[in-house]
């Protein structure tokens, strides 16, 4: 089979560290070593504890005037001068990644000056890759009248852009005026990695590219991982004739010198041919990370010959691009904020109707269309003791049922899919009633579930996606390349509901709990209540969040059955998650009742990206006007599990306890009053949870005695815990301080613990 070929340059000749890569394993090419850099500069790279140079391009004899065998064992001083020397080794070691710019000197290894480089201004890009200091210099490009004014002024106009698309279309058009590309597109992945150009600045004799789509398999897997950790990609000619390193392979690990971050790396030959089958000269890339998740990119395109934007633009378009994925971020979190409180609208219809409906409430669930507008659903189906009602347009029971058992969690927490084909064929023939789903529930014989029908949608792709690879069938002699066609080609897709997005998941579990609060109360017997309300709102069972072990503990009073006590978890969108311990007064199921719809609201506000300390005087302000003289406090956690920065927030509840980072400690903050008197305002605590360490929350059950001084039983649970969990152990020691609780209990008991595990 032949090999793809661009510009006339044999594909070994840009990876010469592995062998060429064709459409059958370019998913698991080794990009980041490929051996060889882009000929418009050279590298050196030093060994750090030597200080001597152990790599070298081969282009350095021209660029430097020192051949890459004679650059060998000799010191940066030598190469480019004792000043400039100094300030890249500075440079590495404080890990600083903006460039430097300077006049190359001659130097000891150059006396005549006879590097092409010698006596000219250049950039100089330093970072380091394992044991290795990486210089790489480039001749110093045209500056383009860049300055702090016009990156300001840029910054601006971006700020105002209100929404996604337009923060999109005026980034495409700042990066075009700072890098001078022909066309500048912001290209957005999709749940499977397909791309689609949501923006574009061009120039006018360019066909637009804006509306289509590109498949996943034009950018394979490991091309989008190094976006990640190097978010600009230049290639200034793809016509380039690849410069390798010498020697190949570094000579202390015997393997290819990493380049993922270098600014020279040179490409694959197969992304080469693929952008000269589009016409491209020239091209550039800037990554789009949200949350630290590939979210885009701003793809540059030049028509009209090389192109090499200075180190400079590069600079301010990589800034522009990470100012801008951080307003992506929150332009995505305000829209689906305004989702989130536009369903708290029709949530409050929902829960009036269950309220009015008195023995009736089942039927209701599944009779009154409002509960299927709250998550856009054309039809539901409720089983309640194993007993199926549906309302609207379902599928047959057994179908139900399957999808069902194929969505539901252990948690009971929403879960939901848009193309339930693709977890079960055989329910591709249901699609027009349910081709996705959402469900709720607990139990495998309840549960309640929306569907959504087929959505039919239209998808202008870049080209035949079918085309990315050639069938084994067409034969050996079919060359294996990339696709040549970048017509516009239309798809019709089949088999997908519209998604369901993170606020219809929310609004179902708020469903969930408002309607496990109305069953609470028509429960005849409060040991029934009781034992409902341990299995959907204060249970034990605790999923573990990444980084983070969980246990909770709820232990009923003596004399009561049935309380006011609470706690949470849910994880926030920037990979934090929330913690919250609560306790509303009063006991029975008018406590329950005030507990569940004080739980829900806080649950709400930590949903919609409200901070925790503006959340609770919201909830504060909603009690106090609507529940009359109920009061409540409440303690929320919010973890970094990779950071490890605590925040806490107060309402009147007691302080915690941090056990395993020395001896214990009551964290004592600043805390606003008890919830519901309409007063006050809470303040945010920032401290460490340390790896290891671990956070105790408890209820006053747990602390509070008659005849007992409050702060003489903290002190005694602080010594009680110590020194702390043992790894694995969290749940078993939560549940020994619990059971070291005296017989005669005034109130519940409610202890959630968090420990911190290595990563």
């Given at each position: ?32 070593i ?36 004679d ?109 001078g ?175 009015g409906?008195?023995?009736r ?47 539901r969690r252990?948690?009971?927490?929403a ?11 055989d329910?591709?023939?249901?699609s ?62 089949r ?8 606020a ?6 708020s ?14 017997e ?34 009561y ?10 994880d ?79 309402a ?26 309409g ?14 360490a ?13 005849g ?52």
């Amino acid at each position: 089979m032949s090999q793809p070929e661009s510009h006339g340059v044999p594909p070994s000749a840009h990876t010469p560290a592995y062998e060429t890569a064709d459409l059958t394993t370019c998913d698991t090419e080794p990009i980041h070593i490929p051996g060889a850099i882009q000929p418009h500069g050279c590298l050196l790279a030093v060994d750090r504890s030597s200080g001597v140079v152990v790599t070298a391009s081969e282009n350095l004899g021209a660029m430097l005037g020192v051949s890459a065998p004679d650059a060998l064992g000799l010191d940066l001083p030598a190469l480019l001068g004792p000043d400039l020397a100094t300030r890249a080794e500075t440079h590495a070691l404080a890990d600083r990644h903006e460039p430097l710019t300077a006049v190359l000197p001659a130097a000891a290894a150059d006396p005549d000056g006879v590097g092409g480089l010698r006596g000219r201004e250049v950039d100089v890009a330093v970072h380091t890759s394992g044991d290795r200091i990486m210089v790489e210099l480039e001749p110093l490009a045209e500056r383009e009248g860049l300055t702090y004014s016009s990156a300001r002024a840029a910054m601006a106009r971006l700020v105002a852009a209100g929404t996604v698309a337009e923060l999109a279309d005026q980034l495409a058009q700042e990066v075009r005026l700072v890098s001078g590309f022909d066309r500048v597109m912001v290209y957005r992945f999709d749940a499977d990695w397909n791309g689609e150009v949501i923006a574009e600045d061009r120039r006018e004799d360019l066909n637009p590219f804006l509306g289509l789509h590109y498949p996943a398999t034009d950018i394979p897997a490991q091309a989008r991982r190094l976006y990640t950790t190097n978010w600009l990609r230049l290639i200034a000619d793809i016509g380039y004739v690849p410069v390798p390193l010498h020697p190949v392979l570094d000579p202390t690990t015997g393997r290819p010198l990493d380049l993922s971050a270098s600014t020279l790396r040179s490409v694959s030959p197969i992304h080469i041919e693929y952008l000269s089958h589009m016409g491209v000269s020239a091209s550039m890339s800037v990554s789009l990370v949200v949350d630290g998740k590939l979210w885009g990119l701003i793809a540059c395109h030049h028509y009209s010959g090389p192109h090499r934007p200075g180190h400079e633009a590069r600079a301010a378009a990589e800034y522009l691009g990470q100012i801008s994925s951080q307003m992506m971020a929150e332009r995505e979190r305000n829209d689906e904020r305004e989702r989130a409180l536009a369903g708290q609208e029709v949530l409050a219809k929902v829960t009036a109707a269950l309220l009015g409906a008195g023995d009736r409430l089942l039927d209701v669930l599944v009779e009154e269309p409002a509960v299927r507008e709250l998550v856009g659903a054309h039809g539901i189906a409720l089983c309640f003791n194993d007993r199926l009602t549906s309302g609207g347009r379902v599928p047959p029971e057994d179908v139900c049922r399957r999808v069902a058992k194929l969505l539901r969690r252990i948690d009971g927490e929403a879960a939901s899919h848009d193309n339930l084909a693709g977890l079960d064929p055989d329910l591709a023939e249901h699609s027009h009633v349910a081709a996705g789903a959402l469900v709720v529930g607990t139990a495998e014989d309840r549960w309640l579930a929306w569907f959504r029908p087929e959505q039919e949608q239209e998808v202008n792709w870049g080209g035949d996606p079918s085309n990315a690879k050639l069938y084994s069938t067409e034969g050996p002699e079919i060359r294996l390349s990339p696709r040549k066609s970048f017509d516009k080609w239309r798809e019709v897709v089949r088999g997908h509901s519209l998604p369901w997005s993170n606020a219809d998941l929310g609004l179902a579990n708020s469903l969930r709990t408002q309607s496990s609060t109305l069953l609470l109360h028509r429960a005849r017997e409060q040991i029934v209540v009781a034992e409902s309300l341990q299995r959907s709102i204060v249970t034990d069972l605790v999923t573990d969040h990444r980084g983070l072990e969980v246990a909770a503990t709820y232990l009923p009073a003596s004399e009561y059955q049935l309380g006011g006590d609470w706690w949470d978890t849910l994880d926030l969108p920037d990979d934090r998650v929330a913690f919250v311990i609560g306790d509303v007064a009063g006991h029975g199921v008018a406590a329950v009742a005030a507990m569940t719809q004080v739980r829900t609201a806080l649950r709400a506000h930590l949903f919609a990206g409200t901070p925790a300390a503006e959340s609770l005087d919201l909830l504060d302000r909603m009690m106090a006007r609507l529940m009359g003289d109920q009061v409540a406090s409440a303690i929320v956690a919010v973890i970094d599990p990779v950071g490890g920065t605590l925040e806490l927030v107060n309402a009147g509840h007691p302080p915690p306890v941090l056990y395993g980072d020395g001896p214990a400690r009551v964290l004592r903050t600043a805390h606003r009053p008890l919830l519901g008197v309409g007063t006050g305002g809470a303040e945010a605590s920032v401290s460490d949870l340390p790896v290891g360490a671990t956070l105790l929350l408890f209820t006053d059950g747990l602390i509070e005695r008659r005849g007992r001084d409050l702060a003489e039983s903290i002190e005694e649970l602080r010594l009680s815990g110590e020194p702390g969990p043992e790894p694995g152990q969290t749940e078993p020691w939560s549940t020994a301080l619990v059971d070291a609780v005296p017989g005669d209990r005034d109130d519940d008991t409610t202890v959630l613990a968090i420990r911190r595990m290595p990563r």
